[in-house]
Nanobody, 131 residues
């Protein structure tokens, strides 16, 4: 089974930027959702951004205009560019992948950010934003 490996986390000051990367160790799905989730201590895991194999992307309201999800098919890598970071963005960030069902609506991945759409998860990378 393919694995997802995240990288790029770290510590930055408020207003700074980071780019997270996620590289599957092998082929995942031809029709897919890929997303970024985060979990802060004492809080539930929440969806941050998602993208599908047609590059339809969606974002949580809390990160719209600040974060950008993208994928490099040649490098088989998923990215999350994070700008204007805030202390409340501090969390463990997880990459996830799941199949996009045949016949699903165009916003199946981008419109939901539901963790139930995903069955492959990375180990996470820590992002810490100080004020």
């Amino acid at each position: 089974q393919a694995q997802l490996v995240e990288s790029g986390g770290g510590s930055v000051q408020s207003g700074g930027s980071l780019r997270l990367s996620c590289a599957p160790s092998g082929h995942i799905y031809s029709r897919f959702c890929m997303g970024w989730f985060r979990q802060a201590p004492g809080k539930e895991r929440e969806g941050v951004a998602a993208i599908d194999d047609h590059s339809n992307a969606g974002y949580a309201d809390s990160v719209k205009g600040r974060f950008t999800i993208s994928q490099d098919n040649a490098k088989n890598t998923l990215y999350l560019q994070m700008s204007s970071l805030k202390p409340e963005d501090t969390a463990m960030y997880y990459c996830a992948a799941g199949p996009r069902p045949f016949g699903a609506s165009y916003d199946y991945c981008s419109g939901s950010l539901s963790p139930t759409h995903y069955n492959l998860w990375g180990q996470g990378t820590q992002v810490t934003v100080s004020s």
